[in-house]
C-alpha cells in the first residue's frame, strides 16, 4: 500500500507542514515591502480630519488577497511555493483556478488562528493529504512539484 500522505494517482505527493511553512515565511518576506510602503503612504495621512491608518491596513488586506490569488490561479503557485517547489491543484488534478484560490485564501483568516496558523497546521497532519481547512473548502491540494 502506497503511503497514506501521496495523493490520488497521478497527482504526486502532498506537500507537508515544513515546506508549506518556508512557503509562507518566503511570501511574507516578499510581501512585507508592500506592507510597509502602503503603511508608510497612508499611515500617517488625514483626510478631512480622520486618519487613514485603517485604510493603509484594508489596502495591504486587499493586495496579499490578490497577490495570492493571481499567483495560484495564474501560475499554480506563489513566489514562496514556486521556490520550494510546491503547486497547487484541485483534488481532481487540473489547475487551480480563481475561485478554488479565492476560498483557500479568504479561508487564510481562519487557519491563521489562534496563533501563525497553528489551526491549520493541525488540520494538515490530521489530513490524509495534508489539506487546511482551506484546501479542504476549496477542493485543492498543495503537492511537490514533480521533476
Given at each position: 500500500?502506497?503511503?497514506?500522505r501521496?495523493?490520488?494517482?497521478g ?21 512585507l ?17 480622520f ?9 495591504t488586506?486587499?493586495?496579499s488577497f ?8 495564474a ?22 483556478d480563481?475561485?478554488s ?36 473548502l ?10
Amino acid at each position: 500500500m502506497e503511503n497514506h500522505r501521496t495523493i490520488m494517482s497521478g497527482l504526486g505527493r502532498a506537500a507537508g507542514i515544513g515546506s508549506r511553512c518556508a512557503a509562507i515565511l518566503i511570501d511574507g518576506l516578499v510581501f512585507l515591502p508592500v506592507a510597509y510602503l502602503t503603511a508608510a503612504i497612508l499611515g500617517n495621512s488625514w483626510s478631512d480630519g480622520f486618519a487613514l491608518e485603517g485604510l493603509s491596513l484594508y489596502l495591504t488586506m486587499l493586495l496579499s488577497f490578490a497577490y495570492y490569488v493571481y499567483f495560484e490561479s495564474a501560475i499554480g503557485a506563489t513566489i514562496g511555493k514556486m521556490m520550494i517547489g510546491l503547486k497547487v491543484v484541485k483534488t481532481d488534478g487540473s489547475p487551480c483556478d480563481v475561485r478554488s484560490s479565492a476560498i483557500r485564501t479568504i479561508c487564510r483568516l481562519i487557519d491563521g488562528l489562534p496563533f501563525a496558523y497553528l489551526l491549520g497546521a493541525v488540520m494538515v497532519w490530521l489530513s490524509p493529504v495534508n489539506q487546511r481547512l482551506g484546501d479542504r473548502l476549496a477542493g485543492t491540494v498543495v503537492i511537490r512539484k514533480q521533476p
